[in-house]
């Protein structure tokens, strides 16, 4: 009995000293995930030992800085502002080099309507500058500042210029740590230069684009486009290209206006696609705008003035689609209504982010296309008859010759129009879908809406 009594007791003890310790145990852990809460975070957190300032182990840069934010903002502020600032001058250097080209060739038009398209941005941005002070500013200060808008449109196409070249040099500044967000605040900054890009995108590599192509098809109206000189597919290649990638932009900025306004990000925040993604959509809007640009020029090398015809009953379609309600700023209103119907004539943008009806992302873009579509293949059907009207007085041996030709233009449209519908489709699928907070937003208005209807109803 003594023994047992002495096991026991033993047993006692051993419990007791694992409660004791087991009590230390969670002690000490609720002490440090307080002291851990109590620590300060983010930037104010501070460095482990063995660290800089910026928290880099051995693997950082010269400039002390971990590796991958110095590749980061090199690769966004420098070489990304490098080249849209190569693509934006180019585009605009190889206009001027085919008006003089006219010019000299006694093209006198097309010289004027070339280099009158150079100037078109600035004189737009200035009349949209022009109606903003004027709705804005009363008194003395419209009467100054109205005028000089107007006046300074000849060199607004510079502004971008100045622009990206203080972007790319704060792009360089920021690599070094020093005084790194002062410059990245800076690079951060709206500015309307952007708006400046978008209208020469629009208002002068689109026209640039399809007047060039128009006078391409002029040069052997039964065997269109089967000369080309080197100096025009330059500059329809640097137009085709700064019309797609100002599309995908555009795109993403409207996204971004869109969720910070919903509160679904914050406004330092920039909304941005995956690469691969905006390499699909590369390859979607440049088959499109292939097809596109092609049907209106062949129309219009055998239609002549009845291309415009099709263009202002597509911008008044397009126009009276949009509200333009009476209320403040209808001057304003309805330029831009005006210049975003025209935009649609030649790719679809979606401005209205907060669109009337939940429908997917991916619906209005298939409308637009299946429009286009029918659009492109009248213009294609016109303009086959009339070939084969001019051709039809010629030997059979070269009606045979041009037969070809159409047949194999035609193939190139319906080929880059299907490509495109497929990059688009991989695009959508690709794509990253909108946030889960997105969504249940999104469920609870719909659910609001149908309990608010259902009240109505019951109440009626």
């Not at 298939?366 to 029918?374: E, G, M, R, S």
């Not at 303009?383 to 010759?401: G, T, Y």
């Not at 695009?427 to 469920?443: H, I, L, M, N, S």
Request: with cysteine; glycine share 6%.
């Amino acid at each position: 009995m003594p023994e047992d009594w002495e096991k026991e007791a033993d047993l006692e003890k051993k419990q007791q000293v694992l409660e004791a310790w087991g009590k230390s145990v969670g002690a000490g852990r609720m002490a440090s995930e307080e002291a851990m809460e109590l620590q300060p975070k983010g930037r104010d957190a501070p460095a482990p030992e063995g660290t800089g300032e910026d928290g880099d182990q051995g693997g950082s840069c010269c400039c002390r800085s971990p590796c991958g934010e110095c590749l980061g903002i090199f690769l966004k502020y420098t070489v990304g502002r490098t080249m849209q600032l190569s693509l934006y001058v180019l585009d605009i250097v190889t206009d001027i080099g085919v008006a003089v080209t006219d010019y000299r060739a006694g093209d006198y038009i097309f010289a004027y309507l070339t280099l009158g398209f150079v100037f078109a941005p600035g004189f737009l941005f200035s009349l949209f500058a022009f109606t903003e002070v004027l709705s804005n500013n009363t008194g003395l200060l419209a009467c100054f500042k109205a005028p000089l808008w107007l006046i300074s449109f000849p060199v607004l196409p510079l502004w971008p210029v100045v622009r990206d070249l203080r972007q790319i040099f704060h792009g360089v500044m920021a690599l070094f740590p020093s005084r790194r967000q002062h410059h990245l605040e800076y690079l951060n900054r709206p500015s309307r230069a952007y708006l400046v890009k978008f209208l020469e995108a629009f208002a002068e590599a689109a026209p640039q684009l399809l007047l060039r192509l128009y006078k391409i098809t002029l040069r052997r109206q039964l065997l269109p486009f089967s000369q080309f000189e080197t100096l025009e597919i330059v500059q329809i290649s640097f137009s085709l290209l700064t019309l797609t990638t100002k599309i995908i932009s555009t795109h993403q900025k409207n996204i971004t206006t869109s969720q910070v306004i919903n509160g679904d990000m914050e406004d330092s925040q920039r909304f941005r696609m995956p690469c691969f993604v905006q390499i699909l959509a590369v390859l979607w809007w440049a088959g499109f705008l292939v097809a596109r640009f092609q049907a209106m020029a062949l129309f219009a090398g055998s239609w002549k003035a009845w291309i415009f015809l099709v263009i202002g009953l597509h911008v008044a379609l397009v126009f009276l689609f949009q509200t333009v309600a009476a209320g403040k700023n209808r001057l304003k209103r309805v330029f831009i209504y005006l210049f975003s119907a025209f935009v649609f004539i030649f790719a679809y943008l979606q401005f209205n982010m907060k669109a009337r009806l939940k429908v997917a992302a991916w619906f209005p873009y298939t409308v637009y296309a299946i429009l286009v579509f029918l659009e492109n293949s009248v213009m294609l059907v016109m303009w086959f008859m009339s070939q084969m009207n001019a051709a039809s007085a010629l030997p059979e041996e070269e009606q045979a010759v041009y037969t070809i030709h159409r047949e194999r233009l035609i193939f190139i449209h319906y080929g880059c129009f299907c490509f495109s519908l497929f990059m688009m489709i991989l695009t959508f699928v690709c794509a990253p879908g909108p946030p889960p907070d997105a969504r249940e937003e999104d469920e609870k208005e719909n659910v609001g809406a149908t309990v608010t209807k259902v009240s109505s109803f019951s109440h009626g």
